[in-house]
């Protein structure tokens, strides 16, 4: 891409043309932001993560995914300091982001006007929902607003929850707590809970960049949310995290098992593996397929291409 051509497209980025409801990334721009995924898109843009890669991702820990993407140089896709609404319920999805700022008339009214003109109906903290598809995952930044910044309450959760099967994860706070606590699978991770109405607060943006906390997300990422906080995996890195973790799973559950039958000492198992440990782990692979946490296809395709 040439350099004015790249200018251009920064410039329409950061004031282009509200495409639905308000700014939104054209399918061009998302690609050009996303440039190493190769897999299949949402009619959006925005990468889309197979099924299967995604009920994996449940069973990965956020420190294996953080590993990961530390080792690919992705320093600041995690974010903590959260109030749950479910400690032990875990997120998992594509990311739909949505950017909101402090209220600023002239151009909510714009925002507004856009929106009702293209069909829009309701508060404009409604109108994101109208874009989830199932798997999605309601990431906003709302400021980190807590009194008068409360992005759903149960009636919008139980909207969210009908569209997406899955939940949400807000820079702000959410109202309702009693009432979102009785959406079974749904979850919200949330800066705070407060009783008051949203107010003073404008939509901007649907599927663009956004940053949260100390974590940059892009459309598409996948959320991987759990009590330690929330990790934002790109979405070409997500079948990356989950192979790395069930092998180190795997690798982990061995080491215990025969550190436990006292087979090996504490420094053979936490040092590098000789070629006999690498042995015995392939045989063990092999003995114990059926018992393991770990897909048996995914045990089989690590045998494939272990030369041990």
């Not at 993560?49 to 690919?72: F, H, P, Y």
């Not at 607003?145 to 009908?162: E, F, M, P, R, S």
């Not at 090996?264 to 114990?288: C, M, R, V």
């Not at 397929?289 to 030369?307: F, G, H, Y």
Request: hydrophobic share 40%; charged share 25%; glycine share 10%.
């Amino acid at each position: 891409m040439k350099t004015k051509d790249f200018k251009l497209l920064l410039i329409h980025i950061a004031f282009g043309g509200m495409h639905l409801f308000a700014q939104e990334l054209t399918v061009e721009q998302m690609k050009f932001l996303s440039p190493n995924w190769e897999g299949e898109r949402f009619e959006d843009g925005r990468p889309k993560v197979g099924e299967a890669i995604l009920t994996r991702m449940k069973n990965v820990t956020i420190e294996e995914a953080w590993s990961v993407l530390r080792n690919e140089g992705y320093h600041n896709q995690f974010e903590s300091g959260w109030q749950p609404l479910h400690e032990n319920v875990p997120i998992v999805g594509r990311a739909l982001t949505v950017q909101y700022m402090p209220n600023r008339p002239d151009l909510a009214g714009q925002i507004e006007k856009k929106g009702l003109a293209n069909g829009a109906i309701g508060n404009t903290n409604s109108w994101p929902i109208d874009r989830l598809v199932e798997g999605d995952v309601y990431v906003a930044d709302g400021f980190g607003k807590i009194v008068d910044g409360t992005l759903i309450g149960d009636n919008l959760g139980n909207a969210i929850y009908a569209k997406s099967k899955n939940g949400v994860v807000f820079n702000a706070s959410s109202r309702d707590m009693e009432g979102l606590s009785e959406i079974k699978g749904f979850n919200a991770f949330v800066r705070g809970w407060h009783p008051s109405f949203l107010t003073e607060v404008m939509l901007m943006s649907i599927n663009y960049p956004i940053r949260i906390g100390a974590a940059t997300v892009m459309p598409g990422d996948i959320i991987l949310a759990k009590k330690e906080g929330v990790i934002f995996i790109p979405a070409h890195l997500a079948e990356k995290v989950v192979v790395t973790s069930e092998i180190v799973r795997l690798r982990d559950l061995f080491g215990i098992t025969r550190l436990k039958e006292g087979k090996y000492t504490p420094g053979q198992i936490d040092n590098q593996w000789t070629e006999a440990i690498e042995k015995d782990f392939s045989k063990w692979l092999q003995n114990h397929m059926d018992e393991l946490p770990v897909p048996k296809a995914q045990i089989q395709e690590l045998l494939k291409k272990r030369t041990w």
